[in-house]
Nanobody
């Protein structure tokens, strides 16, 4: 099973930036999808951004234009660059992975049920 470890969370003022990282181990698959999700207190976990191994990406409407997902295949690391942060971005952020025929140029999964492996999460707090 794929193992995921997130890092890079912290506290920042509104308008600031953070970059999250997710180190993946045992990701020995030719086809996979990876995504970032977040969960605020009292709310359901929601998809933020996802990427397929061919580079196709998808973003939630709430973060499009502010967040950028990317991957370094050589390092088996997933990133989430978050700019222009808002207080409503405050949440625990999770990295997730799905292997096999999870998507491609025609479809990028962004639902929690579409991912099998999860990290422990990293907290992001944005103050006004």
């Amino acid at each position: 099973q794929v193992q995921l470890v997130e890092s890079g969370g912290g506290s920042v003022q509104a308008g600031g930036s953070l970059r999250l990282s997710c180190a993946a181990s045992r990701l020995t698959y030719s086809r996979y999808c990876m995504g970032w999700f977040r969960q605020a207190p009292g709310k359901e976990r929601e998809g933020v951004a996802a990427i397929v191994n061919d580079g196709t990406t998808k973003y939630a409407d709430s973060v499009r234009g502010r967040f950028t997902i990317s991957q370094d295949n050589a390092k088996n690391t997933l990133y989430l660059q978050m700019n222009s942060l808002k207080p409503e971005d405050t949440a625990m952020y999770y990295c997730a992975a799905a292997v096999g025929w999870c998507g491609g140029w025609w479809y990028v999964p962004l639902r929690t049920s579409e991912y099998q492996s999860w990290g422990q999460g990293t907290q992001v707090t944005v103050s006004s």
